[in-house]
């Protein structure tokens, strides 16, 4: 089945794109963008989700200030992505993830809910999951985690409080690259520490000599062999935890 572009909520607010399985649904997964937007690279993930039996839905972050955004690689589109993404609002996102969190409910067809996000969208996930009950965050090079200084992430960085993802039920599994140049490995290694700390059950995986981005569709980024190995591991946690 094609994906398409639905509303999630009241009219005239947040959209997501929605893929859904042609056969039996095995649960859903929440696909939280990097900050190029629902992209052909989003879309193309939503579609491996949903070959695999999982209803995928991305919402529109940016729907506020740019509605459908898609952007490339390219310098200026990057600047326009960095230009969206500090307009964005940490309350309003939280919002956002409910409503696109309600919607994979009504599709996981009695399985479980993933929230799975890159970079940006990493950092989506691990704030839902400190907000409302879902049973898998699935993070890859996730920034911000314990530090502010975009409005999207408030005075407030997300492991600060990681106590709550904890009762919230939801168990994390996160990858970055060892030369990740925005989530160093001295803060990936504090994270492990303090969702160790909070009761958080949770893997993070280190890949040695890769970057950050490395499992996007970026050239000078992809790491072929990382990329394979991580997906491995999360079409693994998403049989266990759905």
Known sequence: ???????????????????????????????????????????????????????????????RTARRTELGY??????????????LDRDELVSDAAEALAR????????GVAFLGTSMGGHIAVRAATELRFELAVV?????????????VGPVPPLETAERIAANGVHLLGFCGELDHILPPEEWQEAERRLTAAGVGHELITYPGARHGFAADRPADHDAGATADAW???????????
């Open 74 to 87: 390219e310098a200026e589109e990057r600047e326009a992505g960095l230009v969206l993404m500090k307009a």
């Open 232 to 242: 491995r591991r999360v079409h693994e946690a998403l049989t266990r935890h759905l």
């Open 140 to 152: 890859f090079y996730p920034g911000w985690l314990l530090n502010s200084g975009f409005p999207l």
């Open 104 to 111: 994979a409910r009504e599709l996981a067809g009695g399985g």
């Open 1 to 63: 089945m094609a994906g398409q572009w639905q509303e999630l909520g009241t009219p005239g607010g947040v959209e997501a794109y929605v893929h859904l399985p042609a056969g039996e649904v095995r649960g859903a997964v929440v696909v939280c963008s990097e900050l190029y937007g629902v992209n052909a690279y989003l879309r193309g993930v939503c579609a491996e989700l949903a070959e695999r039996g999982y209803a995928a839905v991305a919402p529109d972050f940016y729907w």
